[in-house]
């Protein structure tokens, strides 16, 4: 995957996707996710990441309606649950987030798991017949593994925009990084602090403590050094623009070969249904 410099909001130029963007994971408080929204958008983000799962939605929407920033600005994306993923209940459930959002259109539209009721052929022809209503800009997967990435790419002719999965220094993800390089698909990593682990790392502190910055800002650079976008969870104006901060952290070499030699390995976010 090209490793493409972000412009002053975070936007990689060829993709239209900004590389640093707003989780709203377990953010379920509908006055403090509006807040939340808002703030970030007002900081300078222009993602904004939700899903059906979340029950949030209609508080992102009340968000970006509250933000002084146009629709059009604002690369937004919510995420189809496991129980809605046939055919009618990709359409139904889609169309219903839509107007919990307020909006015509979403700029992604995820498959969260392949799990429950994802079969390739319904669930994809389901969402192939949104992107063609313009209902949905871009198609994407989450928690997919590569032999799900292969059979998705084969149904949608290529046309898989993102998978989005857990990634951080401590879950680097190396096999669906070289994957989504060779297949010029983007990553997003979700859980890209590992849930906060990364403030307990040596290698981490070291590399902040040369830079003057956190933990947290370093794991975002790093992220944002091998091409990946992320999308931490914040609720607090204070995390928000510390989050944001992390635009202006520049590595080098050798902090990312510092990060690259972290050897413990932990997952995050590790459900029954998981495909791994």
């Not at 936007?11 to 900004?18: D, E, K, L, N, W």
């Not at 707003?22 to 939340?36: A, F, I, M, Q, Y």
């Not at 604002?74 to 169309?95: E, M, P, Q």
């Not at 990634?167 to 070289?178: D, F, T, V």
Request: hydrophobic content about 35%.
């Amino acid at each position: 995957m090209s490793q493409q410099q972000p412009g002053p909001d975070g936007t990689p130029r060829a993709s239209g996707m900004p590389m640093l963007g707003l989780g709203t994971w377990e953010n379920d408080d509908h006055d403090r996710c509006v807040e939340s929204v808002r703030t970030a958008l007002d900081t300078g983000y222009r993602h904004v990441d939700t899903a059906q799962a979340y029950g949030n939605e209609a508080a992102v929407g009340e968000g970006l309606d509250a933000a002084d920033v146009p629709r059009e600005d604002v690369f937004l994306a919510t995420k189809v649950w496991n129980d809605r993923l046939g055919y009618d209940d990709v359409i139904h459930s889609t169309t219903e987030s839509l107007d919990r959002l307020g909006v015509g259109s979403v700029d992604l539209l995820y498959v969260h798991w392949p799990a429950g009721e994802y079969d390739p052929e319904d669930t994809l022809a389901a969402f192939a017949e949104l992107h063609d209503r313009g209902a949905i800009d871009r198609i994407g997967v989450s928690n997919f593994e590569p032999e799900h990435l292969d059979t998705a790419r084969e149904t949608l002719d290529g046309s898989v925009f993102v998978n989005q999965v857990e990634c951080h220094p401590l879950l680097p993800q190396a096999e669906l990084r070289e994957y989504a390089g060779a297949h010029d698909i983007e990553l997003v990593a979700y859980s890209p602090l590992a849930r906060g682990k990364v403030s307990e790392i040596e290698e981490l502190t070291e590399v902040a403590t040369k830079h003057d910055a956190s933990e947290i800002q370093v794991s975002l650079a790093w992220l944002r050094e091998k091409g990946i976008t992320a999308i931490p969870k914040a609720t607090s104006e204070a995390h928000i623009r510390d989050n944001w901060a992390s635009l202006s952290l520049d590595l080098d070499a050798e902090d990312v070969d510092a990060i690259d030699g972290i050897d413990e390995r932990e997952r995050q976010v590790d459900p029954g249904f998981a495909p791994w």
